[in-house]
């Protein structure tokens, strides 16, 4: 695809929602601002990084193509250092000094931290970096969503996509011992019993580089066809498949959202070969099929990069679109009426960042697809069709 045509597809996308929202002012001024508590430092840089650059990029592209309305968008983070109490302070100095309509969040401490405040004010509609399965709940969290699939919902994709495979085969469950970690175990036991599969083993370990030489031994016992890790970035994975496969163990191991960007894949070397895992959106050098928001992406960035982009480009994506509904309708921006906004997208076509229209309906965007690591070619390929959860 030329970048005639995404400029094209950028700008019908833009006017077409606009159709019908003449005249209509968002407060007493014409603006709707972004805010957010970004880890620009400290041990999850890496994504806060990223994700500041996907916000700025979309808010470029909407301004540029004239805003929504005529109301600009306007974007103001504080660097979070990724700690719950630096966040709500940025929270709170973002809100006194600025009309926020939208706010990304850092974390999952942060996300439950803050709701009482957001159900409170009913003015910002919010996502971040969290895909907590708790958050998933629009009665509890009502003004929050997950720009991607919840952490149980991954491994309900990743055991459904084994289920296909291989049907009855074994899974083990390797996971941290932390909320992030024992977020989505419970719940997938049973999932896994529904689609047949047997769970012959979990595995609990602490977070990061440990001696993992228990844990290799009970698996190489229960002899899994797949070992599933959740609640980690890279240690102590690489050290479980390098000990897996020197005990001539032939199990497929797979991740989830935080362990699969190429570049932290790429780092586990050639242990790397053939690990699998679950992704919501198209990798940046994704160029199969047509893609004009990736290809506008890599038109405005030429070097590679990482999910957490793609995550909050397309946070700043869905807060935009929230607003040319509700603005298109003549009603105020509150976040009840934003989050209604929200939930009434109905295949709705994200440029290609995910490959397949999606649907909200509760707080999340249950779609996933299955990517396996090419060691040879240094990135992650798909391996399955976009997998939806009902």
Do not use: C
């Not at 102590?236 to 932290?264: L, Y």
């Not at 700043?316 to 509904?325: K, V």
Request: no cysteine; aromatic share 10%.
């Amino acid at each position: 695809m030329n970048i005639h045509t995404v400029k094209h597809w950028l700008a019908g996308a833009v006017v077409a929602s606009m159709l019908g929202a003449a005249g209509i002012v968002h407060a007493d001024e014409k603006e709707i601002v972004i805010g957010g508590s970004i880890p620009m430092s400290g041990v999850f840089s890496f994504a806060g990084i990223g994700i500041h650059a996907g916000i700025q990029d979309y808010v470029s592209i909407v301004n540029e193509a004239g805003g929504i309305d005529g109301h600009m968008l306007r974007y103001v983070p504080e660097d979070s250092g990724y700690k719950v109490d630096a966040s709500v302070a940025a929270f709170k100095k973002i809100t006194s000094q600025n009309d926020v309509d939208f706010y990304y969040g850092d974390s999952t401490g942060f996300s439950k931290t803050i709701n009482n405040e957001l159900n409170r004010m009913n003015s910002i509609l919010m996502s971040g970096a969290s895909f907590a399965s708790e958050l998933n709940d629009p009665e509890k969290y009502p003004y929050q969503f997950l720009v991607g699939p919840d952490y149980t919902e991954m491994f309900g994709i990743l055991l459904r996509h084994i289920a296909d495979e291989s049907p009855g085969a074994k899974v083990a469950f390797v996971y941290s011992d932390s909320e992030f970690g024992r977020d989505p175990i419970e719940t997938s036991r049973k999932t896994a019993e529904d689609l047949g599969l047997k769970v012959v083993a979990e595995l609990m370990t602490p977070p990061g580089s440990v001696d993992v030489s228990t844990e290799i031994a009970k698996m190489r016992r229960a002899r899994p066809d797949y070992a599933i890790f959740h609640g980690y970035i890279l240690a102590p994975i690489p050290e479980f498949i390098e000990q897996a496969r020197k005990m001539g163990m032939d199990t497929k191991f797979m991740g989830t959202f935080w362990t699969m960007d190429n570049s932290t894949v790429m780092q586990m070397k050639d242990v790397a070969d053939g690990f699998m895992g679950v992704m919501p959106y198209r990798y940046y050098y994704d160029d199969s099929e047509s893609a004009p928001m990736l290809e506008k992406i890599r038109e405005m960035r030429p070097d590679y990069q990482n999910v957490p982009y793609i995550q909050g480009f397309l946070s700043a994506m869905l807060y935009a679109e929230s607003a040319r509904r509700v603005l298109a309708e003549g009603k105020e921006m509150t976040a009840q009426n934003m989050k209604a906004a929200l939930n009434s997208l109905e295949n709705f076509d994200t440029g290609g960042l995910i490959g397949v229209p999606i649907t909200i309906r509760g707080n999340s965007i249950p779609v996933g697809r299955i990517y396996q690591a090419d060691v040879s070619q240094g990135k992650m390929l798909p391996v399955s069709d976009w997998i939806i959860l009902e």
